[in-house]
């Protein structure tokens, strides 16, 4: 069995066994929208995207979509768009790191507070880093404000794989990442944790098949205790993820690297939602999916081709379909472009189920007038528990520092961009008085203002400054923070 699709993309998958609340509704494509809330009637709507690859959307704990964003291709670097509940731009939700590629961005709720989110985002080829915004659903009048952005945790290039999971007390997440090898083949896993005290614990592994490029795919198993790693030269291995620890090792090897063409071209994987079953899609200008058994004694060897792939809140795996004329990956689709192929995804109907049993059914899922490009919500799953038996299955087992939260000023400067994002956590003062000088003690900048705490956030264009090096004083009614920045 084997169905050959235009230009398809595997979905990355997460296990659903009723309406999950936060993971209900999709975003994707060109303004559509699926609702899961209840899977025995899935409702199609519309929404404010217009995006080729990442976009990213999370809904309250009783299933109302709260907002979404996406990256754009053809924009450069800072393309993310941050959208609220209306279908417009949430307040200061634009120039957010981000390039139009296909996993860059996860959206995680703070554990330490049930009304802010971090935004995490790559910079893979253009600036490069792993970066965090955060969001404030209490602001503008519950629509949401983008209160920090751009704050830089790591300055380095990355894989586009961008990916997270639950730790194993239920409340705390894993962020997993890997550094672009360049010239240089690696078989890095790079973690971060995130817990009421903010990010932290930031660890390298090495594990695993070499990467040779930017592109690849972390995929987590519905229970979290395994991922996917995978890069279109050919390499598809699953890992084990201690949820406890972060701690990474190598369950099986299934496929090696192709370093010499044709290259396999593998695109994005899922799991079925027994974890039974591995679903792999390879990409040109058709798409094949492959299944692979992983209750085979020889995995590799179980190998079946198939159609195409992302699993859904109704057990489902839904695929989204880009339409191929002529030229790769065409964004935007013309005004004009309205078919099957880029109007419906296809769904497997039976993903736990070995090959022509799992009843791929090919562009059979309307979506009531709107498009699809190359890419599903690249959404964590935000109802997995904890690890029941485990030594951190509870949250009373856990002994933390007391929570204690010091003003911290963060300052990063967009060359490219000649802006400087300026990003102050923690505060308590309601009134600020931000300026900034040069090394000459000149005033190049004042501005005062009022502002809701504990955020300050300010894009602060730098193109008539000269070269060399700043000082920022932010000054409020209860604290003075200062930092230094370089103009280049």
Known sequence: MRFPL????????????????????????????????????????????????????????????????????????????????????????????????????????????????????????????????????????????????????????????????????????????????????????????????????????????????????????????????MNPAGLVEILNFDRCSGIITLDNHIEDNVLTPPSHNLWHGAFSSDESKLYITASDTITYLYQYDLNAPNISASKDAGGGLKLAPDNNIYLALGYYNGMQFPYPYPDSVFNMYNMNLSIINSPDSLGTACDFQPYSFYLGGKRTYLGLPNNPDYELGSLVGSSCDSLTSISEKPFVSDPELLIYYASDWQTAFINANKLKGTKYLLEVFDLHGKSIFRESGKISPPYFTKNLNCSGFAKGMYVVNLITDKEKLSKKFVVQ
């Not at 949430?90 to 790191?97: F, R, S, T, Y």
């Not at 390039?99 to 330490?112: H, K, T």
């Not at 090898?181 to 990010?199: K, M, R, V």
């Not at 592994?205 to 395994?226: A, L, R, T």
């Open 6 to 229: 235009y230009v398809l993309l595997l979905l990355t998958a997460t296990h659903f066994s009723a309406a999950q609340n936060r993971n209900s509704v999709w975003c994707f494509g060109d303004s559509a929208l699926i609702d899961f809330g209840d899977t025995s009637n899935v409702i199609i709507g519309s929404c404010g995207l217009d995006t080729r690859g990442s976009c990213v959307s999370i809904s309250n704990e009783t299933g109302d979509l709260l907002f979404y964003a996406n990256t754009r291709a053809g924009f450069g670097t800072f393309t993310t768009v941050v959208f609220n509940i209306t279908g417009n731009l949430m307040q200061n939700g634009d120039l957010i790191m981000g390039e139009g590629w296909y996993n860059e961005l996860v959206i995680l709720p703070n554990p330490a507070d049930d009304s802010t989110y971090y935004l995490f985002s790559l910079g893979v080829a253009g600036i490069y880093g792993l970066y965090y915004s955060i969001i404030d659903m209490r602001l503008n009048n519950g629509l949401g404000s983008v209160m920090s952005k751009n704050n830089l945790l790591q300055s380095f290039p990355m894989v586009d794989c961008l990916n997270a999971v639950k730790h194993g007390n239920g409340r705390d997440w894993w962020i997993i990442f890997r550094q672009d090898p360049q010239f240089n083949p690696s078989d890095e896993f790079l973690t971060y944790l995130i817990t009421p005290n903010g990010i932290s614990n930031y660890t390298s592994q090495n594990i695993g098949g070499y990467i040779y490029s930017n592109n690849g795919d972390i995929v987590f198993s519905p229970s979290g205790n395994k991922f996917l790693s």
